[in-house]
């Protein structure tokens, strides 16, 4: 919750942040977290903060 | 302890603006403590710096460092000059270590990062409460060793006014009657009958109202002194 208030903060959807608790032995749910993680991720597009590079570098 | 919030990030932001090489300077004492401005927090801040930059595309370097306390200049010695080499120091610590390494630095100028609020305990985690208001002519013997110049909203020194309502005070329900606490506590200490002498107006020259104060121990300060020219 800390983080997710930083992050609005900077204007960084706290959305692209979550938290998840598994053991060690549950490799296939972790696998399957990932790939909706990734998936709702690439939704969501670049990180304004990898925008600002990108112009940082252009310029 | 000293007890500070760090200030809204907009406004940090907005200091740093200008400034190529900024030096997040935070203090492990008291506003470690409350979670304002050690070195955990410079280090934070700093990240944020950074990520702001580079959200908006401008040229920051921003560093962190923490010292144990920014209130004595053994702790400074060490890294005086490190801080130096920055074009601003944004300084974590409470206003009393912004201005004494503004007298120190030379020509950096020293930010605040953080809003000092007052002289606090901390009851439980997380819980920050103002006990002491530093008036320099304290009155607790008095009061059952509950300050009414701190903890009642009007400073009161001859019992409550009437905005007491049920043992909280008229300015907040959030906050107790200092003057019902003292009440309870006297009675509990069997000293009630000390609350029936009138305490007179109060001199306020020890507090803010007598202007910078200052203490010299002459038997520490003289053989420190002696210590410096051998």
Known sequence: MYVKKLMTTLGIDPARLEMFNLSAAQGPRWA??????IEKMRAFGPSPIADGLRKQKCV | MI???????????????????????????????????????AEILATMLRMKAAEEGVAIEVKDLAIQR????????????????????????????????????????????INTSFYGAVPKAGVFVELCAGCGNCVLHLTGGICPIARCSKSLMNGPCGGTDKGKCEVSKEIDCAWYLI????????????????????????????????????????EETAEVKK
Not at chain 2, 24 to 37: K, P, S, Y
Not at chain 2, 74 to 95: H, K, M, P, T
Request: with cysteine.
């Open chain 1, 32 to 37: 399957e977290i990932c790939t909706q993680f």
């Open chain 2, 3 to 41: 007890v500070g919030t760090q200030k809204p990030f907009p406004e940090i932001w907005e200091m740093v603006q200008g400034f190529k090489r900024v030096l997040v300077f935070g203090c492990n004492t008291c506003v470690a403590i409350c979670h304002a401005g050690g070195g955990k927090e």
């Open chain 2, 70 to 113: 920014h209130c004595e200049p053994e702790y400074f010695d060490q890294v005086i000059e490190e801080v130096r080499g920055y074009d601003l120091v944004l300084s974590a610590a409470c206003g009393v270590g912004v201005n004494f390494l503004t007298q120190r630095i030379g020509k950096v100028p020293v930010y605040p990062a």
């Open chain 2, 183 to 222: 009440v309870e506590r006297m009675k509990e200490l069997g000293t009630l009958e000390k609350l029936g002498e009138i305490q007179p107006p109060r001199n306020w020259a020890t507090a803010r109202d007598g202007g910078p104060k200052r203490i010299v121990l002459e038997h520490i300060a003289e």
